[in-house]
Protein backbone atom coordinates (compact mmCIF):
# COMPACT_ATOMS: atom_id res chain seq x y z
CA UNK A 1 0.00 0.00 0.00
CA UNK A 2 2.97 2.62 0.73
CA UNK A 3 4.24 2.01 -2.65
CA UNK A 4 1.40 2.74 -4.32
CA UNK A 5 0.92 5.72 -2.60
CA UNK A 6 4.29 6.85 -2.95
CA UNK A 7 4.52 6.33 -6.60
CA UNK A 8 1.53 8.64 -7.06
CA UNK A 9 2.75 11.29 -4.47
CA UNK A 10 6.40 11.14 -5.84
CA UNK A 11 5.44 11.78 -9.28
CA UNK A 12 3.65 14.71 -8.55
CA UNK A 13 5.78 16.48 -5.52
CA UNK A 14 9.17 14.88 -5.89
CA UNK A 15 11.31 11.88 -5.02
CA UNK A 16 13.27 13.78 -2.50
CA UNK A 17 11.21 14.07 0.65
CA UNK A 18 9.55 10.80 0.18
CA UNK A 19 13.39 8.79 -0.33
CA UNK A 20 14.42 10.50 2.60
CA UNK A 21 12.24 9.77 4.65
CA UNK A 22 12.19 6.07 3.42
CA UNK A 23 15.77 5.45 4.10
CA UNK A 24 15.12 7.09 7.76
CA UNK A 25 12.04 4.30 8.26
CA UNK A 26 14.52 1.52 6.59
CA UNK A 27 16.99 2.45 9.37
CA UNK A 28 14.66 2.97 12.24
CA UNK A 29 13.18 -0.44 11.20
CA UNK A 30 16.77 -1.82 11.69
CA UNK A 31 17.47 -0.09 14.66
CA UNK A 32 14.41 -1.69 16.37
CA UNK A 33 15.30 -5.01 15.60
CA UNK A 34 18.83 -4.16 16.31
CA UNK A 35 17.14 -2.71 20.00
CA UNK A 36 15.31 -6.29 20.46
CA UNK A 37 18.35 -8.66 19.42
CA UNK A 38 19.08 -8.96 23.74
CA UNK A 39 15.33 -8.92 24.37
CA UNK A 40 13.24 -11.66 25.23
CA UNK A 41 10.93 -12.40 22.27
CA UNK A 42 8.28 -10.21 21.72
CA UNK A 43 6.39 -9.94 18.26
CA UNK A 44 3.50 -7.09 19.33
CA UNK A 45 6.77 -4.91 21.27
CA UNK A 46 10.22 -5.44 18.70
CA UNK A 47 8.81 -7.57 15.64
CA UNK A 48 5.67 -6.28 14.96
CA UNK A 49 6.58 -2.28 14.97
CA UNK A 50 10.31 -3.44 13.50
CA UNK A 51 8.41 -4.76 10.31
CA UNK A 52 5.88 -1.80 10.06
CA UNK A 53 8.27 0.86 10.04
CA UNK A 54 10.90 -1.33 7.93
CA UNK A 55 8.17 -1.77 5.61
CA UNK A 56 7.05 1.90 5.59
CA UNK A 57 10.48 2.52 4.17
CA UNK A 58 11.44 0.11 1.82
CA UNK A 59 7.36 1.52 0.21
CA UNK A 60 8.80 4.81 0.26
CA UNK A 61 12.33 4.03 -1.49
CA UNK A 62 11.50 1.43 -4.00
CA UNK A 63 8.71 3.15 -6.16
CA UNK A 64 10.37 6.11 -5.96
CA UNK A 65 13.79 6.12 -6.51
CA UNK A 66 12.41 4.12 -10.12
CA UNK A 67 10.63 7.41 -10.20
CA UNK A 68 13.79 9.01 -9.76
CA UNK A 69 15.56 7.64 -12.15
CA UNK A 70 13.51 7.23 -15.10
CA UNK A 71 11.35 10.69 -14.56
CA UNK A 72 14.16 13.39 -16.36
CA UNK A 73 14.73 11.00 -19.10
CA UNK A 74 13.71 11.87 -22.73
CA UNK A 75 11.62 9.23 -24.17
CA UNK A 76 14.65 8.43 -26.44
CA UNK A 77 16.44 7.17 -23.77
CA UNK A 78 14.00 5.73 -21.49
CA UNK A 79 14.64 1.91 -22.65
CA UNK A 80 18.20 2.64 -22.19
CA UNK A 81 18.05 4.49 -18.70
CA UNK A 82 15.18 1.87 -17.44
CA UNK A 83 18.16 -1.01 -18.23
CA UNK A 84 20.91 0.73 -16.51
CA UNK A 85 19.13 1.44 -13.74
CA UNK A 86 17.75 -2.19 -13.29
CA UNK A 87 21.38 -3.71 -13.59
CA UNK A 88 22.58 -1.33 -10.99
CA UNK A 89 19.82 -2.22 -8.75
CA UNK A 90 20.22 -5.65 -9.09
CA UNK A 91 23.98 -5.52 -8.94
CA UNK A 92 23.36 -3.51 -5.60
CA UNK A 93 21.09 -6.88 -4.16
CA UNK A 94 23.80 -9.18 -5.18
CA UNK A 95 26.23 -7.24 -2.93
CA UNK A 96 23.61 -6.31 -0.42
CA UNK A 97 22.93 -10.55 -0.13
CA UNK A 98 26.58 -11.60 -0.30
CA UNK A 99 27.52 -9.01 2.20
CA UNK A 100 24.64 -10.45 4.86
CA UNK A 101 25.57 -14.23 4.30
CA UNK A 102 29.58 -12.68 5.09
CA UNK A 103 28.07 -11.42 8.51
CA UNK A 104 25.87 -14.32 8.90
CA UNK A 105 28.98 -16.32 9.68
CA UNK A 106 30.80 -13.57 11.99
CA UNK A 107 30.37 -14.20 15.81
CA UNK A 108 27.54 -11.53 16.17
CA UNK A 109 25.76 -12.19 12.79
CA UNK A 110 22.62 -10.14 13.47
CA UNK A 111 24.46 -7.26 14.75
CA UNK A 112 26.19 -6.88 11.56
CA UNK A 113 23.64 -7.18 9.47
CA UNK A 114 20.99 -5.15 11.21
CA UNK A 115 23.92 -2.78 11.50
CA UNK A 116 24.20 -3.05 7.64
CA UNK A 117 20.50 -2.20 6.47
CA UNK A 118 20.46 0.71 9.24
CA UNK A 119 23.67 2.37 7.75
CA UNK A 120 21.98 1.55 4.41
CA UNK A 121 19.14 3.35 5.11
CA UNK A 122 20.69 6.56 6.77
CA UNK A 123 23.17 6.41 3.47
CA UNK A 124 20.08 5.90 1.16
CA UNK A 125 18.48 9.14 2.90
CA UNK A 126 21.87 10.88 2.61
CA UNK A 127 22.60 10.42 -1.15
CA UNK A 128 18.95 11.33 -1.84
CA UNK A 129 19.46 15.03 -0.61
CA UNK A 130 21.34 15.60 -4.47
CA UNK A 131 18.18 14.05 -6.30
CA UNK A 132 16.67 17.04 -8.51
CA UNK A 133 14.29 19.18 -7.38
CA UNK A 134 10.93 18.87 -9.21
CA UNK A 135 10.55 20.99 -12.24
CA UNK A 136 8.17 24.09 -11.65
CA UNK A 137 5.68 24.33 -14.42
CA UNK A 138 5.80 27.57 -16.78
CA UNK A 139 3.29 29.81 -16.86
CA UNK A 140 2.85 31.44 -20.29
Do not use: C, Y
Not at 10 to 27: D, E, K, N
Not at 123 to 136: E, G
Amino acid sequence: PVAILAGKLGSRSGHRPLVIAGGLATAAGAALLFRGIDAAPDFVGIWLPAAITFGIGVGLVFPTLNGAAMGTLPSTRFAVGSAIHQAIRQLGSVFGVALAIVLSTTAHPFEGIFGLVLGAGLATSLVATFLPRPRQPTSN
